[in-house]
Every structure is written in structure tokens, then in C-alpha cells.
């Protein structure tokens, strides 16, 4: 039997976990460098961390789940992917504090040799689902360092530290700081909001099911029909076709629409709507869901500082106007290396080559988002250009593509799988042809390089992704004997 490692327990790890093992392979390793099961769920513990997707659509296909919010919040996601473990008898399976390093294939013996907490593993196959979400992008500000505060980041936070009456700056205004300045504004004495370049949001009508409305949603019946329904919104135009199309019917549509929201909650405050409306198309940037940001910025106590940090002094930040602000406590919620695929993780393929250094070189790109030329027997989930609205859609096929490779190998008696260059070339340039004229090509946001390649996003109806996960190893690959 193939021995299998898996690195990572969040979503994609477990969805790969869960599919090896339903298939009879159960020679599997889930290293997890986090203290227990949830990925970026068990790291961003912040106050408000709360998922965008509806709970039903933001969950695995073969575990329903009574949610009780209509968008989970973060210990509930959490608890989701524990209890999935424990029922399908994988927690055996799961090693938590191990930290992979170097992962090196070895051409002669057909093996990686894998580095975790600097102990040398033997696996036939690696399926990393490290994801896009998990190294903090810390600022770099001149005189961070003499600040006498105190600093976390949002996917660091100390739940101990207690923020009554304190003076806090909040750094950025993507979806995570949406979430936490409403959470915080309440407790905080002073509260700073430094926002960059605004983002576009829509409201997210949360709200808590009744007992009822809980009993039902385990149904199978009923939760296909929720699923499904929320599968064909996102795949036609108001989500997943041509919203993204700058000057398309549905990006201006969504454009309007956050317009009339920005009227409607800030509108006795003209100055502030000026502030807080994007001048770039719908989706330049992750668009965000919360409907109680704007009210926040409402509050007396809470200051939006339109303008990015310059530097940071002992007492506080000093904007790019050269304003300084007093504070006990700095937040940066200055997001993720989301470009940075495989972080953490040097992962050498046949003949020596490393992934990022010799093959992508700050580009990173895969067949479907899932392998590279010269790294037999290595898989990605929620890899390059598999960024969507329905995620674990994408996750899970990407597991199936894992599984039905590695049993390709089996059945033929080989030794490795690699995919043919020709066809990784071929996907790459349809995905990268259906960029043009994107907005995510330009406006300034983490979904592409510096060079301009956009590398996160999926850039087509998602049902053309699971038409072409499907298809069988031996029409995009080889095996090695």
C-alpha cells in the first residue's frame, strides 16, 4: 500500500484524509504544525473571525451539520473539522506539532524524504494543503521595534489581552478587519482604523437558526438542495462568471449595489462615503462581507484614517501626512504571503530542481492548481488559480485527482506519476487568456505578482474545473517504471 504523507489539517488536508481512507488507503500521514485540527481556523482566533460563505456551502459534502449561524463563526468551523475526524476514525492518522520542512524526491528509489521537526520520513506520494492563508505578512515600518505597546497580528492574537478603555490601532480594512473593529469598537477607549485603499463591501445578513431550522438541516435531501442551490449561484454571473469582467453587466451591477449600501448606512456622513468608496472595478480585491464595519466607523470613539502607516514611534503610528497617533496597542490586520504557494515548505522535484527558486521563480503555476512538471508523485490542494467562491468544491476534487493519480500508479505497476509539460502549458495559458480583462489584472491586490500574472484566481465557471478534475491521469500525465 502507498505510504501517503498529507501536510496540513485544515479543509484540504482533511478532505484528501477522508477520500484516501474511503478508497482503502490507509496508509496515510496528516503532519499538522498547529496544536490541533482546523488550518486557518485553528490560527485565526481573533474577535468576530467568521467565515463569508453560507455555513451549508462552506462544508463538506459528505458531512452535513446542524450550523447554528447562517456564516459560522470560527470555534464552530473548528469543532466542524475535529468532529469529522473523530467520525471517520482518522484522528490516529493526524500528528499535530509537526512542522515539515524540506521535502526532497529521490529519482533512484522513486521516494520523497520528508523533514518534519527535523526527523528525515520516507513516502511514495506528498499532497500538501498547506492552503494560501497561513504566514501572516508582517509590516515592515520603520521604528516598529521601539513601540512600547504592544503588537499582534491577526492571525496571532492573544485572546488574554484585554483591550477595555485601551487606545488601538487597527491596521488595514480587508475582510478580517471588517470583522474585528465592530467585534472591538465597543471595548476599545480610542479606536483607529488605517485603511490603505478601501475595499468593496456587501452586507451579510447573519443570523442565528432556530432549533428548528437546525433539526432539518441534517436531512440529506435538504441539504443537497441547499448545496446545489448555492453551487449554481456561484456558478452563474453574480459569482462566479463574468462579475469579474471589468465594465461587465454583472460587475457594474455589484458596483451598484455597494454604492446603495455605502448611501444607505453612511450616508449623513458625505465625507466618510467619499472615504470608503473603491475607485477600482468589483473583485480588483476580495470583496467583503460584513454589514456592520460602516456602522462602526459611526461610533464616536472609532477614527478612520485614510492613509497608509509611514512609521511607528514609542507612543504610536505616524501616518504618510506625517500625523501622529497615540496608542497602547497596534493590530495589523495586513493579511497573508498569499503568493508565497507551499510557504514554509522547500519542496525539491527530479534532477534537484526547487519549486520556487528554479521552477516558478515568483510565478507560481500548476495543473490544475494541483501538480508540476518534474515533481512526480506531489500534489496540491487549493493551489495556484483555485481561489473561488464555492472553495471546498475545488478542495475536494483536488483530492479525487490526488487519489485517482496514485491509483493509476498502482494498477499500473509503476513507480511515479508526473504531469506532461505539454499539457500543464496548454492549461496554463487557457487560464492565464482568461484573465484578460479581468479587473484582478489590475488593481492592486494579492491575487496576482508583481509582473502582473494573476495566480489565485479561478477564472471560469467552476463546474469547467470539475469537468477537467475529472478527467482520467492518463490523459495529462505519465508514469515511470
Not at 166 to 185: D, E, N
Amino acid at each position: 500500500m502507498p505510504r501517503v504523507a498529507i501536510i496540513g489539517a485544515g479543509f484540504g488536508g482533511i478532505a484528501a484524509a477522508v477520500t484516501l481512507a474511503k478508497a482503502g488507503l490507509t496508509n496515510f500521514v496528516v503532519f499538522e504544525r498547529s496544536g490541533g485540527p482546523g488550518g486557518v481556523w485553528w490560527d485565526n482566533r481573533y474577535p468576530g473571525a467568521q467565515v463569508d460563505t453560507p455555513s451549508h456551502m462552506y462544508s463538506f459534502s459528505f458531512k452535513r451539520y446542524a450550523w447554528s449561524h447562517s456564516h459560522a463563526y470560527q470555534p464552530e468551523l473548528q469543532r466542524y473539522m475535529a468532529e469529522t475526524i473523530e467520525e471517520r476514525g482518522l484522528a490516529a492518522h493526524f500528528q499535530y506539532n509537526s512542522e515539515v520542512g524540506t521535502i526532497r524526491w529521490d529519482d533512484a528509489r522513486a521516494v520523497y524524504d520528508v523533514e518534519v521537526n527535523d526527523e528525515i520520513r520516507e513516502f511514495d506520494f506528498v499532497i500538501s494543503a498547506v492552503g494560501m492563508l497561513n504566514v501572516p505578512r508582517h509590516p515592515q515600518w520603520p521604528g516598529l521595534e521601539e513601540f512600547s505597546g504592544l503588537v499582534m497580528h491577526t492571525a496571532e492574537w492573544d485572546p488574554d489581552v484585554d483591550l477595555t478603555g485601551k487606545r488601538i490601532a487597527v491596521v488595514g480594512t480587508g475582510s478580517t478587519a471588517a470583522q474585528l473593529v465592530p467585534s472591538i469598537a465597543g471595548k476599545a477607549g480610542r479606536l483607529y482604523v488605517f485603511q490603505r485603499e478601501p475595499g468593496w463591501i456587501n452586507p451579510k445578513p447573519v443570523r442565528t437558526y432556530t432549533e428548528e431550522e437546525r433539526s432539518v438541516m441534517t436531512s440529506p435531501m435538504r441539504y443537497r438542495i441547499q448545496r446545489l442551490k448555492g453551487y449554481f449561484d456561484a456558478a452563474g454571473t453574480r459569482a462566479g462568471g463574468n462579475i469579474h469582467i471589468e465594465g461587465s453587466r454583472s460587475n457594474l451591477a455589484a458596483m451598484e449595489a455597494c454604492r446603495a449600501f455605502i448611501r444607505r448606512e453612511l450616508g449623513e456622513r458625505p465625507e466618510l462615503v467619499d472615504l470608503v468608496t473603491p475607485t477600482y472595478g468589483y473583485f480588483g480585491k476580495r470583496p467583503i462581507k460584513d454589514s456592520n464595519f460602516y456602522a462602526a466607523l459611526l461610533r464616536d470613539n472609532v477614527e478612520l484614517v485614510p492613509r497608509a502607516v509611514e512609521k511607528v514611534t514609542s507612543a504610536g503610528l505616524v501616518d504618510d501626512a506625517g500625523n501622529e497617533f497615540p496608542v497602547d496597542i497596534i493590530v495589523t490586520a495586513t493579511g497573508f504571503q498569499v503568493s508565497e504557494y507551499l510557504p514554509r515548505l522547500t519542496v525539491f522535484g527530479r534532477g534537484g530542481a526547487e519549486i520556487h527558486k528554479d521552477v516558478w521563480k515568483g510565478e507560481p503555476a500548476a495543473y490544475l492548481g494541483a501538480t508540476v512538471p518534474g515533481f512526480p508523485n506531489f500534489f496540491m490542494i487549493y493551489g495556484p488559480n483555485t481561489n473561488s467562491p464555492v472553495t471546498l468544491f475545488f478542495l475536494e476534487a483536488q483530492a479525487r485527482f490526488a487519489l485517482r493519480s496514485i491509483r493509476w500508479v498502482g494498477r499500473r505497476g509503476a513507480r511515479s506519476i508526473e504531469v506532461r509539460r505539454s499539457a500543464f502549458e496548454r492549461f496554463d495559458s487557457w487560464v492565464q487568456d482568461k484573465m484578460r480583462g479581468s479587473v484582478w489584472a489590475t488593481a492592486n491586490n494579492y491575487f496576482r505578482t508583481g509582473s502582473g500574472r494573476v495566480i489565485t484566481q479561478w477564472p471560469n465557471n467552476p463546474t469547467w474545473y470539475w469537468l477537467l478534475a475529472k478527467t482520467t491521469p492518463e490523459l495529462s500525465s505519465r508514469v515511470r517504471f
